[in-house]
């Protein structure tokens, strides 16, 4: 197994290789090993954009290609030539995670990521102090902290995605995280169904999570497939007020209002019929 450095930005990626001694490459290879057999072997969830999944469940992405500027390590002879991670550039390159490689003739076996919080990046300190056969001592070389865990594994054509912020963090995967458009928010605005109240200004709420439920709701259809007055009695179960005027739901142009509106459009709000039980859930999966 052959470690690499991802630095730079997830635009303009840059790879450097991380030379290690043998102890040290034997014992991250062993460390790792197991941990991305666990993501291989775990409860694997087809990605969908409405469903966050719950801790143990692994996001998969198919078919998934690495980014052009990570391409390098689809070929052990490109990463061969890569330049190595140095004391004197390891502060300056920006690095933002590691990948461990399995070779076993091109493509690789598989590829592990971590991310690299800049916190675990040990600059060039004069006075740090370690501990060392029974005392501490002097040591101000820079270094990286190394946790046990995997945020995402590729392997053929499949990421695993462990953990999504520190996998997006790593990887562009911003083509699997749908955004209404401005074209589509202001189709969204003209639905025949919709009306904005009169102080509505949509540019301050349209923030990242707002363009995210607005391009769910306009992708379930859910407007067209329910009345307004069934809306309205839906979110009255849940203690939600949708003010109608001239047969239209008013958006309101408070953002926390909002947001409650585009939750119940979006299909936060659950019924639990049986016991009648209502809940607001931020996890959906199509059954």
């Given amino acids: ?65 690495l980014p052009a500027g990570m391409s390098v390590l689809m ?29 076993n003739g091109i493509p690789p076996q598989f590829i592990a990521f971590q991310r690299v919080e800049a916190r675990y990046v040990l600059r060039r300190e004069p006075w740090r102090l370690m501990f060392a056969e029974g005392r501490f001592v002097r040591d101000d070389r820079p270094g990286l902290e190394i946790a046990q865990r995997v945020d995402a594994v590729f392997e053929d054509d499949t990421l695993y995605v462990v953990s999504w912020p520190k996998a997006h963090s790593i990887l562009d995967l911003s083509m699997w995280i749908r955004e209404a458009t401005v074209s589509e928010m202001d189709e969204f605005f003209k639905h025949k169904k919709l009306s904005l109240a009169a102080d509505f200004e949509s540019e301050p709420l349209a923030d990242t999570a707002v363009r995210r439920k607005i391009a769910s709701i306009t992708d379930s259809k859910v407007l067209d497939k329910c009345s307004v007055q069934s809306l309205r009695q839906y979110a009255a179960k849940f203690g939600v007020t949708l003010k109608i005027s001239k047969g239209k739901i008013v958006l309101p142009s408070e953002k926390k209002e909002f947001k409650t509106v585009l939750g119940l459009l979006d299909e936060d709000l659950l019924s639990f019929e049986p016991t009648d039980e209502r809940w607001v859930v931020n996890s959906k999966r199509r059954a």
């Fill in 1 to 65: 197994m052959n470690f690499y450095v991802l630095a730079g930005t997830r635009g303009q990626p840059a790879l450097y290789a991380l030379t290690l001694d043998n102890g040290a490459q034997a014992s991250l290879g062993e460390m790792l090993t197991p941990l991305v057999e666990e993501v291989k072997a775990g409860d694997h969830v087809e990605f969908d954009a409405g469903y966050r999944p719950s801790e143990h469940e692994i996001v998969t992405l198919a078919p998934y290609e």
């Fill in 75 to 103: 070929n052990s002879a490109d990463a061969a030539a890569l330049p190595a991670l140095t004391p004197a550039n390891l502060e300056e390159v920006g690095i933002r995670a590691i990948a461990a490689v399995e070779w």
